[in-house]
C-alpha cells in the first residue's frame, strides 16, 4: 500500500476514534435543545472574528514572502491559503504542501522557499500557543492549574520516559550527522547536491523573517491573529447562555487547549477539538459533557463551513485569474 494513503487513512481511524469517544453518552435531547437556544448573533460575530483571523493571517504570510518575491499579490496569497485550508479539512497537514504550491505558481518564488516561509509562520504559532498557556496559566492558577497538570503536563510526562529521551537525542544526532554529510559531499556528489539545494531554498524561506522592512508589523500581525482566536472562544461562549458567564481570560485557556488540535493529525481536527474542548469545559467549569459537545460543535463546524466556503471561491477565483493570464 502506497505510504501517503496509508497515512492519510489512519489519520481518518484516528479521528473517528476520536469522535467517538467525543460523543459517546451524549444526551442527544439535550444537545438539540442547547442548539435551539444558540444566539446566532454572537455566531455571526465568531465568524467574523473567523474572517479577520484569516486575514491576518495571509497579511503576515505576505510580509514574509514579500523579502523573497516583492510583487507577490495580496489576493493570490489570500487564495492560496484558503485552497490549502480547505485541503486540510480533508488530508490533514497536505494544505500547507498545496498552498505553496499555488503561491508560487509562475512567480520568482520558488515551491521550496515558499515552504521555508510556511515552517517559519508555523514555529511562530507554536511559540504563540506556548505564550498563551503561560498567560492563561499566570493569570488564573486556580482555576487552570490543576487541569494543565493532571490532565495535559503528566500524561505527556508519563508517556515520555527516560528511554523517549534517549530516542529523541539519537534522532536530533541522526538529523545533524546526515545534514554534515549532505553539505559535505555536495561538490562531488549529484544527489546531495540537490538535497543541499533543497535545503538551502528552504532555509532562505525561513529565515526571509530577518529580511522584513517592518517586523513590527509582523509581530502585531501575529498578536491579531491569536487575539481574533481567543475573540471566536468568546464569541462561543455568549451563544450558549448556559456558558454565558464565563470571561475573556476563560476564552484564552479555552483557545489555547483548543489549538492543541491542531497538531494532533486528524482531518480539520474533528474529534481532537471536540474532545479536549469538551474535557477542558467538564474539568474546570463543572459543564455537562453536553455542553462541551455543543459548544465545540458550534465553534468547530462554523468555522469549518466559513473554511470550505472560502476555499471553494478561492479556487474558483485563483483558477480563473491563472486561466486569463
Sequence with gaps: MNRSVLKYALSFILAAVLVFFAFRGV?????????????????ALFILFSVLALVLRAERWRAIIKPIDPS???LNVWDSINVGNIVNVVLPGAGEFVRCGYVSRGRALSYDKAL???????????????????MALVGGWDKFGVFFVEQIWQPAAGRLSFSGWWLIAGAVILIC??????????????????????????????????????KWLFVLHTVGIWAMYVCMSWAGFKALPILDSLTFADALFIS???????VIPVPGGIGAYHYLVALTLQSIY????DTGILYATLCHESHAILIIVLGIISYISFTLRTRKS
Design 177 to 214: 550527522g546526515g545534514l554534515w554529510a549532505v553539505f559535505h559531499w555536495s561538490g562531488s556528489n549529484k544527489f546531495c547536491a540537490k538535497i543541499a539545494g533543497w535545503i538551502r531554498s528552504l532555509g532562505a524561506g525561513f529565515t526571509s523573517i530577518a529580511k522584513m522592512e517592518n
Design 27 to 43: 444526551d442527544w435531547a439535550a444537545f438539540w435543545s442547547g442548539l435551539q437556544q444558540t444566539r446566532w448573533g454572537w455566531v
Design 256 to 262: 489555547a487547549v483548543g489549538n492543541i488540535a491542531s
Design 116 to 134: 521555508g516561509t510556511v515552517v517559519c509562520e508555523r514555529a511562530c504559532d507554536l511559540v504563540a500557543i506556548a505564550l498563551l498557556f503561560a
Design 286 to 289: 463543572a459543564s455537562s459533557w
Design 72 to 74: 507577490a499579490a495580496r
